[in-house]
Protein backbone atom coordinates (compact mmCIF):
# COMPACT_ATOMS: atom_id res chain seq x y z
CA UNK A 1 0.00 0.00 0.00
CA UNK A 2 1.09 3.76 -0.67
CA UNK A 3 0.77 6.32 1.69
CA UNK A 4 1.05 10.34 1.57
CA UNK A 5 0.59 12.84 4.05
CA UNK A 6 -0.93 16.03 2.56
CA UNK A 7 -1.05 19.59 4.53
CA UNK A 8 -3.53 22.44 2.81
CA UNK A 9 -3.21 25.53 4.09
CA UNK A 10 -7.06 26.32 3.56
CA UNK A 11 -10.47 23.64 3.20
CA UNK A 12 -10.20 20.93 0.43
CA UNK A 13 -11.53 17.87 -1.24
CA UNK A 14 -8.71 15.69 -1.66
CA UNK A 15 -9.70 12.18 -4.04
CA UNK A 16 -8.15 9.04 -3.50
CA UNK A 17 -7.76 7.69 -7.45
CA UNK A 18 -6.88 3.47 -6.86
CA UNK A 19 -4.25 1.62 -8.82
CA UNK A 20 -7.21 -0.36 -10.19
CA UNK A 21 -9.19 3.11 -11.43
CA UNK A 22 -6.18 4.59 -13.05
CA UNK A 23 -5.06 1.42 -14.71
CA UNK A 24 -7.75 1.03 -17.77
CA UNK A 25 -6.95 4.38 -18.56
CA UNK A 26 -2.94 3.63 -18.84
CA UNK A 27 -3.76 1.03 -21.03
CA UNK A 28 -6.00 2.79 -23.04
CA UNK A 29 -3.68 5.71 -23.43
CA UNK A 30 0.20 4.45 -22.77
CA UNK A 31 0.99 8.36 -23.31
CA UNK A 32 -1.30 9.27 -20.13
CA UNK A 33 1.88 7.99 -18.08
CA UNK A 34 4.42 10.27 -19.54
CA UNK A 35 1.57 13.17 -19.33
CA UNK A 36 1.11 11.99 -15.66
CA UNK A 37 4.86 11.97 -14.80
CA UNK A 38 5.62 15.16 -16.59
CA UNK A 39 3.13 16.98 -14.41
CA UNK A 40 3.89 15.54 -10.81
CA UNK A 41 7.91 16.55 -11.98
CA UNK A 42 6.54 20.05 -13.08
CA UNK A 43 4.85 20.21 -9.63
CA UNK A 44 7.75 18.81 -7.64
CA UNK A 45 10.09 20.97 -8.88
CA UNK A 46 7.81 24.08 -8.53
CA UNK A 47 7.62 23.42 -4.88
CA UNK A 48 11.20 22.80 -4.55
CA UNK A 49 12.25 25.97 -6.25
CA UNK A 50 9.41 27.88 -3.70
CA UNK A 51 11.08 25.71 -0.92
CA UNK A 52 14.72 27.17 -1.52
CA UNK A 53 13.70 30.85 -2.82
CA UNK A 54 12.87 29.79 -6.65
CA UNK A 55 16.31 28.34 -7.62
CA UNK A 56 14.61 27.61 -10.95
CA UNK A 57 14.94 23.76 -12.62
CA UNK A 58 16.76 23.43 -15.15
CA UNK A 59 15.36 21.63 -18.71
CA UNK A 60 17.42 18.19 -17.81
CA UNK A 61 16.66 18.28 -14.15
CA UNK A 62 13.01 18.24 -15.44
CA UNK A 63 13.71 15.36 -17.88
CA UNK A 64 15.30 13.76 -15.04
CA UNK A 65 12.90 13.60 -12.49
CA UNK A 66 9.91 13.07 -15.27
CA UNK A 67 11.69 9.74 -16.54
CA UNK A 68 12.42 8.37 -12.53
CA UNK A 69 8.43 9.31 -11.82
CA UNK A 70 7.57 7.31 -15.00
CA UNK A 71 9.47 4.40 -13.99
CA UNK A 72 8.06 4.49 -10.70
CA UNK A 73 4.69 4.56 -12.53
CA UNK A 74 5.62 1.94 -14.70
CA UNK A 75 7.02 -0.42 -11.90
CA UNK A 76 3.43 0.08 -9.85
CA UNK A 77 1.06 -0.56 -12.89
CA UNK A 78 3.28 -2.33 -15.35
CA UNK A 79 4.34 -1.62 -18.70
CA UNK A 80 1.10 0.68 -19.63
CA UNK A 81 3.31 3.79 -20.03
CA UNK A 82 5.51 4.52 -23.59
CA UNK A 83 7.67 7.49 -23.17
CA UNK A 84 8.09 10.59 -20.89
CA UNK A 85 6.23 13.37 -22.10
CA UNK A 86 8.07 16.74 -21.73
CA UNK A 87 7.48 20.28 -22.74
Given at each position: ????????????V?????????????????????????????R??????????????????H?????????????????????????
Open positions: PRSATVLTISASVFEIARDDLLPLLQANPDAAGMLANAVAERLASAAGAQQARGAGHEEVSLTAKILTGIRRFFGPAGTKPHVE
